[in-house]
């Protein structure tokens, strides 16, 4: 029922790995596993592996069944690299979470962590997989892979992984939001404090506010949302963070039956603008939809309260890139 922490100072090698129904928590290592690296459980709350710090993992399979697997810590330094050259399949209600470094060991701009699949990324129904950006500087996690398959009620999940919402704790400069889309009136004292975020839309002013501007490429969109302010003068209500980057380039296929989602937060409490939607940007060679999947950048709703209210988040983007279309139906 507990946590193992442990140290691990050097890199080693493996044959395999399980890890199983247990909450480890390891500080970062460099490791080489040659066939199946395994985590497994039956309960996300209390199996779990943990790398929370800077990692390099190589292997040939992945399976996350039923557990959660999380790369890298959420505001760190140094993001984590995974290389599998062959499968990595999360089923059984497992999650594989990434989150992105200010940089990691070689990145290209903008990116903060790389997880590289030789074949097929596949997410079975109630699989998730949830790649977060860092939350001050917005580095976002890259995929390469060959090919990726995202099965009805599974999905890729960013939402509300981008830049970090702000803070208010009674003081006008804890209210301060991340990215480049915030909006530009500082105050916590009223209203005028709550416009929404802008990404691929403006973000709305709501009553007395200014709402964040655009900002990010269209054809090729990286960046994710930004982070709304908070809705309070006082006490502890954050804001928002804004809808998160999901990074996909693929070889091969692309087929979605599930759901992409980086969609922007709900305003906090009273009079709390949303954060606007991230971006969703797919290279493949073949794409194939399905009425049952769906690729969502939306900004969120702002809070409301009578008299005053906040305002909404502008959309995010989403670009996908193929060059056959097999999809079916709208």
């Given amino acids: ?9 050097e890199s080693f090698s493996l044959n395999d790995w399980t890890v199983s129904n247990v909450w480890a928590r390891l500080s970062g290592l460099t490791m080489n596993v040659s066939n199946l690296f395994t985590i497994t459980g039956t309960n996300l709350g209390r199996h779990k592996l943990e790398i929370t710090n800077a990692c390099t993992l190589t292997c040939s399979n992945v399976l996350v069944r039923g557990a959660v697997f999380q790369l890298g810590g959420r505001g760190a330094v140094t993001g984590p690299v995974l290389t599998c050259s062959g499968n990595l ?7 594989f979470c990434v989150n992105a470094g200010l940089t990691y060991p070689g990145a290209q701009p903008g990116y903060g962590a790389l997880v590289t699949v030789g074949q097929t990324l596949q997410i079975t129904s109630n699989g998730w997989v949830f790649p977060g950006a860092h939350p001050t500087n917005g580095a976002v996690p890259l995929f390469a892979l060959r090919d990726l398959q995202v099965a009805k009620d599974g999905g890729i999940n960013a939402a509300g992984l981008g830049f970090g919402g702000g803070a208010s704790r009674g003081d006008n400069t804890a209210n301060v ?16 404090a709550n416009g929404g975020s802008g990404y691929g839309g403006r973000g709305y002013p709501g009553d ?20 709304a302010r908070s809705g309070l003068a006082s006490g502890d209500s954050p804001g928002p963070n804004g809808g998160g980057s999901v990074q996909i380039r693929a070889e091969k296929t692309v087929s979605v039956d599930g759901l992409i989602s980086a969609s922007g937060g709900l305003g906090s409490v009273t009079y709390g603008g949303g954060s606007s939607g991230g971006a969703i940007y797919i290279t493949c ?13 939306e900004g969120g709703n702002a809070a409301a309260r009578a008299g005053n209210y906040g305002g909404g988040g502008g959309g995010g983007r989403i670009a996908v890139w193929r060059m056959n279309d097999l999809s079916t139906g709208a």
């Fill in 208 to 227: 007395k506010g200014s709402g964040g501007l655009t900002y990010g490429h269209a054809n090729a969109p990286v960046e994710p949302g930004s982070g």
């Fill in 285 to 297: 060679d073949t794409f194939i939809g399905t009425t049952n999947g769906a690729l969502l950048a």
């Fill in 89 to 95: 399949l999360v089923t059984n209600r497992g999650w």
């Fill in 177 to 192: 939001a991340y990215g480049p889309g915030i909006s530009t009136n500082t105050s916590v004292s009223n209203a005028s």
């Fill in 1 to 9: 029922n507990g946590q193992w922490l442990a140290p691990i100072t």
